[in-house]
């Protein structure tokens, strides 16, 4: 076990727990960084939407990011966060092979996990010719034949979306039967609907995607976009926050949670998944945690923060 006790652990490498690390560092905090290396987007290859960094590689951006938190008093352990629980005015956190660590407030950054339809094809394509976010990847395939795939969650807004990037858009509704609302999105964005069951998607050496259809027809596009459900990756959490009769991790705008010590950042505390909006909010966590541990060791220096909202 580290004897150490940290200032703060932060679980997650992304932009949310770097950036967090920064702040804290900058603040004469001493942090520990925790990282599995499972990042959602990392089969994308590469960040956009980031200035300075628009188009960077994911893994050179997190190398340099830890590069620069060097004059810090930021550790790092490339592993596994298996449990963490609060007790008292400590929080103590147990890895899959580094041990146990014990400290006065735990970030949590370690995101979301995106559930990918049964399509067969279509995980060997995800992050390379089928994305879910437009902002982040539909300019690569500007103006040429795009599919948005709705059979499993409805999409239509998103390909009303993307008529910024292309006008060559098909919607394949995969034989589901499509709601009056849906399909009237779908005909003010002019977007045509195929209402063909796919069958499999298939790595087209030209076009990009081959969509192969129950019947054996085949349709060629130049990339394919849905929208995907998600699910918070917060296992190790799950007992601390049962414990305290939660049924979600609820934050405010700065990452303070319900729970006492534990904050969120990134991802997991906001629906738009952007690197940008993760940094951004891991450096309201880290000055909400700062702030935070000045008011636990200088009574009546700062006013209270208001409590984080309940869960609807």
Request: a negative charge; one cysteine or more.
């Amino acid at each position: 076990m580290d004897t150490q006790l940290y200032d703060t652990v932060i679980v997650g490498g992304g932009p949310a727990g770097l950036n967090a690390a920064l702040y804290l560092g900058r603040s004469r905090r001493r942090v520990l960084l925790i990282d599995s290396g499972d990042a959602r987007n990392m089969a994308a290859g590469v960040m956009h939407n980031v200035l300075t960094n628009d188009g960077a590689d994911i893994a050179d951006f997190r190398a340099r990011s830890r590069t620069e938190l060097a004059p810090y008093d930021v550790s790092f352990r490339d592993d596994e966060v298996v449990s963490a629980s609060g007790d008292g005015d400590t929080v103590t956190v147990s890895t899959k092979e580094s041990g146990t660590f014990r400290t006065r407030t735990l970030l949590y950054a370690a995101g979301v996990r995106s559930i990918l339809p049964p399509l067969p094809g279509i995980a060997d394509l995800w992050g390379q010719e089928v994305f879910e976010c437009p902002y982040c990847h539909a300019w690569e395939v500007r103006e040429r034949t795009i599919a948005v795939y709705g059979g499993s969650v409805p999409s239509e807004c998103l390909a009303s979306t993307l008529t910024a990037w292309s006008d060559d858009l098909t919607y394949l509704s995969d034989g589901r039967e499509l709601p009056e609302d849906e399909r009237g999105r779908l005909t003010a964005a002019a977007v045509p609907v195929v209402t063909d069951t796919v069958a499999r998607l298939e790595r087209d050496p030209e076009a990009g995607v081959r969509v192969v259809f129950e019947d054996g027809r085949t349709a060629r596009y130049g990339a394919l976009f849905l929208h995907l459900d998600t699910e918070p990756r917060i296992d190790p959490l799950r007992p601390w926050v049962d414990a305290a009769d939660l049924e979600s991790v609820q934050s405010d705008d700065r990452g303070r949670t319900r729970v006492p010590r534990l904050y969120v950042a990134g991802d997991l505390g906001r629906n738009m998944h952007q690197a940008a909006m993760a940094a951004a909010s891991g450096g309201l966590a880290g000055m909400a945690i700062n702030s935070d541990l000045i008011r636990e060791d200088r009574p009546g220096s700062l006013p209270a923060p208001p409590p984080p909202a309940p869960a609807p």
